[in-house]
């Protein structure tokens, strides 16, 4: 079997979703903002299929095939919203985007 | 030993380029990064023996979703953010709240128990190779679902035509 303990992959899939967060976090530009999305989808998807190999189970896998399809699908129809949006307001910057703030 | 290394230097670098990703000042610069970080993920895949998804990550991720996004930076005007500032104000406050969470996820997997082994081991995916018996398990187990997806991804292709069409006129 693999000898690397299941325990790292799954930690490395948590630092890869919390790097993620914190650039969700910290960052205020758009684009940077669904790049750290995709960012926290590959860590789960790292820990999906890392439990899917120890448990020998190929649901993980089935699991990871459906969120790159989904996360396709978010990227699109995301990046459709990025253009409309800077139609209106040409501004990356996700503070100045307050048209609906009362 | 030997896989031990090929890990660590997976790991190694997919920290790094992923922090190099979010922190980059240049947008292209960070999407550059991230090319190389997906290409070190699809290569942890493979030592998962996940042939077919490490495929799929190389070939989705790297070749559509961050065509993509270049795509939309290099379309639009994204200069200004050289101007401002990079970070918000408070980022070492949000730094801590990401480390407790860190924190927290990292206490709970000491905790982890795994569940009894399936019947998909290494021998049974290497007598009937793994796309065949992916495929398998998806189209027999998994068919609604695949067709829910089929939906899925064919309602942002029309909501992604109307969204970017519709102001145009104006």
């Known amino acids: 079997m693999n000898p690397v303990p299941l325990t790292w992959y799954l930690m490395l899939g948590a630092v890869v979703f919390i790097i993620g967060v914190f650039g969700f976090l910290i960052r205020r530009n758009i684009i940077m903002m669904f790049m750290s999305i995709e960012l926290m989808l590959n860590g789960v998807n790292i820990s999906l299929l890392a439990l899917s190999h120890y448990m020998q189970d190929m649901r993980g896998q089935v699991l990871v095939f459906f969120v790159i399809a989904c996360a396709g699908a978010g990227v699109a129809v995301g990046l459709a919203l990025v253009i409309a949006a800077f139609r209106n307001k040409p501004t990356p910057h996700m503070d100045e985007m307050d048209i609906l703030k009362g | ?170």
Request: no cysteine.
């Open chain 2, 1 to 170: 030993m030997l896989p031990k290394l090929f890990f660590g230097y997976f790991a190694a670098m997919i920290t790094i380029l992923s922090l190099l990703a979010i922190t980059r000042k240049n947008l292209v610069h960070g999407i550059m990064w991230m090319l190389l970080l997906f290409v070190h993920i699809g290569g942890l895949y493979l030592f998962l023996n996940a042939e077919f998804i490490a495929a799929i990550q190389i070939i989705v991720y790297a070749g559509a979703i961050l065509v993509l996004f270049l795509f939309v930076v290099l379309l639009l005007n994204v200069k200004e953010e050289f101007k401002g500032r990079r970070f918000i104000s408070s980022w070492q406050g949000r730094g801590f709240v990401a480390a407790a969470l860190l924190l927290g996820i990292m206490l709970v997997l000491q905790y982890a128990v795994i569940a009894p082994h399936g019947k998909y081991s290494i021998e049974y995916i290497q007598s009937e190779t793994h796309t065949k018996v992916l495929g398998t398990v998806l189209f027999n187990e998994y068919v609604f679902p695949f067709m829910i997806l089929a939906l899925v991804l064919f309602v942002p292709m029309i909501a992604a035509v109307v969204l970017a069409v519709k102001g145009r006129k104006a």
